[in-house]
C-alpha cells in the first residue's frame, strides 16, 4: 500500500484565492512526523511546513497551514492568497517514527496560478 | 539555505560506465541522504549514512553503492550505469524540527 497518496495530479487557482492539496497517509506508528515541499520548476526542493503526528494544534507557516486529521489520516496542506510564484509541484511526505530515516513521498500536485 | 552542495549538477554518460556523484555538506550534519526523482514515483530513498564509513540502504538500492569517507562528503556511485537510472537525484541531511530533511539542489543524470 502507498505509503502517502496524493489524488490530484495537477489543480489550478486564481490569484488571491486559497487552495487546499489533499494528502492522505498510511502509517501504523503513532509517532510520526507529515511535511510539505514546493519544487518549483527550477528543479530544487524547498521545506515548506512540518506537523508532528502528538500536534495538537495545526501548523501554520505564513500563508501555509496544514490541515491534519489524525483520524482520517490526512494531512491537506491550505496555501491562502495564492500568488503567481506559488505555481509549483508540491510534495507531502512522511516520517515514520520519532527519528525515522526514510521520509516517503506522495507523487505530488502541480499546482497552476492563474492571474 | 542547508549548505549543500551537488557536484555534477548535469551529467550524460553512456551504458556500462560508472558514475559517481558528490554530496558536499558544510555544517557538520552525521545524517546524510541520496534519493532518486522520478515521474511518477515521488522520490526515493537510495541510501543513507548516519555517520563516517555508517552506511544502510534504502528502497531502492540496487544497482548503487555509497561511501562516506569523512562528515562533510557523501558520495553516490554508479558502478554501472544503466538506462532505467537516468534520474534527478537528490542529496539531503536532516535537522532541527521533525527532524527535517533539507534537500541539494538535485543532480540531472541521462544514461544514453
Known amino acids: 500500500a502507498q505509503k502517502i497518496t496524493q489524488t490530484q495530479p495537477g489543480m489550478f487557482v486564481q490569484e488571491k484565492e486559497a487552495v487546499t492539496l489533499d494528502c492522505t497517509y498510511d502509517?501504523?506508528?503513532?509517532?510520526?512526523?507529515l511535511f510539505w515541499y514546493k519544487q518549483p520548476s527550477s528543479g530544487e526542493m524547498i521545506f515548506l511546513i512540518y506537523?508532528?503526528?502528538?500536534?495538537?494544534q495545526n501548523a501554520t507557516e505564513g500563508r501555509y497551514s496544514l490541515n491534519f486529521q489524525k483520524a482520517r489520516k490526512s494531512a491537506n496542506l491550505v496555501i491562502s492568497a495564492s500568488q503567481l510564484g506559488d505555481s509549483a509541484m508540491y510534495f507531502c511526505?512522511?516520517?515514520?517514527?520519532?527519528?525515522?530515516?526514510?521520509?516517503?513521498f506522495g507523487t505530488g500536485t502541480s499546482l497552476t496560478v492563474i492571474p | 539555505d542547508a549548505g549543500i552542495t551537488q557536484s555534477p549538477r548535469h551529467k550524460v554518460t553512456e551504458t556500462g560506465t560508472p558514475v559517481t556523484l558528490r554530496c558536499h555538506q558544510t555544517?557538520?550534519?552525521?545524517?546524510m541522504y541520496w534519493y532518486r526523482q522520478d515521474p511518477g514515483h515521488g522520490l526515493r530513498l537510495i541510501h543513507y549514512?548516519?555517520?563516517?564509513?555508517?552506511?544502510d540502504k534504502g528502497e531502492v538500492s540496487d544497482g548503487y553503492s555509497v561511501s562516506r569517507s569523512k562528515t562533510e562528503d557523501f558520495l553516490l556511485t554508479l558502478e554501472s550505469a544503466t538506462s532505467s537510472q537516468t534520474s534527478v537525484y537528490f542529496c539531503?541531511?536532516?535537522?532541527?524540527?521533525?527532524?527535517?530533511?533539507?534537500f541539494g539542489p538535485g543532480t540531472r543524470l541521462l544514461v544514453l
Open positions: 511526505a512522511m516520517r515514520e517514527g520519532l527519528r525515522g530515516n526514510q521520509f516517503y
Open positions: 502509517t501504523s506508528d503513532q509517532s510520526y512526523g
Open positions: 506537523q508532528g503526528s502528538y500536534d495538537e
Open positions: 555544517e557538520n550534519h552525521r545524517y
Open positions: 549514512s548516519y555517520g563516517v564509513k555508517d552506511t
Open positions: 539531503a541531511i536532516k535537522r532541527g524540527e521533525g527532524e527535517t530533511q533539507y
